[in-house]
């Protein structure tokens, strides 16, 4: 018999937040989030937001804190640095 998740009322399906610079990684990304997709996960991904006054950096740790795997994707950029 299947769990029933709170946030969905569905079967519990796993929220993957998937992280990585975007620009020299967009063909890496789309795989894992294919891969999350095969296995009845559910990939969160910045570009999957609305148009949002929201900041970035916010953004990304409420994204981080609603799901349950965090997957990075690193390599050669290293991302947004804060100016100061």
Do not use: W
């Amino acid at each position: 018999m299947e769990s029933s998740s709170p946030r969905t009322g569905t079967a519990d399906v796993k929220r993957v937040m998937i992280s990585s610079t975007a620009l020299d990684l967009p063909e890496h990304r789309n795989q894992v989030r294919d891969a999350c997709l095969r296995q009845g996960m559910f990939p969160l991904m910045m570009e999957h937001l609305p148009a949002s006054d929201a900041e970035a950096i916010a953004e990304s740790l409420r994204m981080v804190n609603e799901a349950d795997l965090y997957l990075g994707i690193f390599a050669y950029r290293y991302g947004y640095v804060p100016k100061g």
